[in-house]
């Protein structure tokens, strides 16, 4: 291959790795921000947001220059992916600041205490997100479908978090207005699995050629329901 | 241009407004089913919603065949709007499913009297996306660009449901369960609003060669948050 048709399919890879890592520093954050409730840390999330909002851009165009020369197959399969993941990281940037939104919203009010564990559902959230990515680096796509199944876990524990948070609501009503603000931030989490879910279908495409997407191979809902 | 190109990228353009015109229809009809409290409509929805998702694909495998002779730059951009607008009325199909399973939870419990113009709200967001199809068939920036702008009347009309809502569930905690469907069919209303207005963006991308996501131009929000 044209060496330097190859340098820039590098430079696209080590955007998306870029992009990646920004998101998941996002995320991670919001949900700091939420736990510690600190609203300074929440406003980071809205920086980060930004910086990775370029990148989409600036993602975008590397694709439209590259697809002037791209050769091989493999090849313009990395680029629709690249659109694609892109696409993915944006929104996990978007939920994330949503997140941050809802915990600046919870600083103010005092605490409720619900029953719920959600150091489990972010973690189990953030780690799909990290294998994502991870399998994306290296070219795993063995590890992409290991992704896959683990979106339903979160969507299960979404549903759990959502049913304690309505009975909170019907139980004592002067939480509503934090309950509603909690039930965002759930289905944020449950998101950001989803784009994982997408980003992993998009690196087994990328190497296996096979498009898994809407077939019933994957768990239900990974666009997000 | 190559001739053969040309009708390749015409029975592209072609596949996309059908796609479109599949996404306008489910969400009519989840609308409709929501409405008139009508299970069999809302199960319909359910069934486009599978036909979307097909054309998504196969659009993708359009767009990756195409890729190979691409000679032009506007058909480059042609390419990678496709895989952007494919996207989004996919997203679209994803809302109306998400309307129409609410309405069948809806259709089991007696009805709740909100004062509110849904009619308003579901009109302002359909009709953005009947005018961001048309400036994608009609190739036409202008209309595009009028569509982005109305996005955050949806905004707003959402967040007054919101807040009736929320006021209702503090005042009637019986209809809680209830008042948490319709906000949820609000959201969806409000993001096919969204996605109608990444598709008018992607207009203005494609015939002006000028992308004017995250500038400022648009309206905020026009992502979903």
Redesign the interface.
Known sequence: MDSHFERELGSLREKILTMGGHAEAAANRSVQSLVQRNSDLALQVKQSD?II??L??DI??C??QQ??K?PL?TD??L??AA??IS?DL??IG?EA??IA?RAMELCREPAIEIRFNLTQMTGLSFDMLKAALDSFANRDPAAARAVIPRDKEVDALNKTFHDLL?RQ??EH??T??RC?HW?VVSKSIERIADHATNIAENVVYLYEGR?I??TGIKSGGA???
Chains 1, 2 share one sequence.
């Open positions: 930004e909002d370029k989409e851009v975008e165009d694709v439209v697809l002037t791209a197959a313009l399969r680029v629709t659109i694609k696409h944006e929104r978007d600041t949503q939104k309505a609501m019907v009503p002067d509503i207005k509603l039930m498009d997407r809407h666009k997000g329901d």
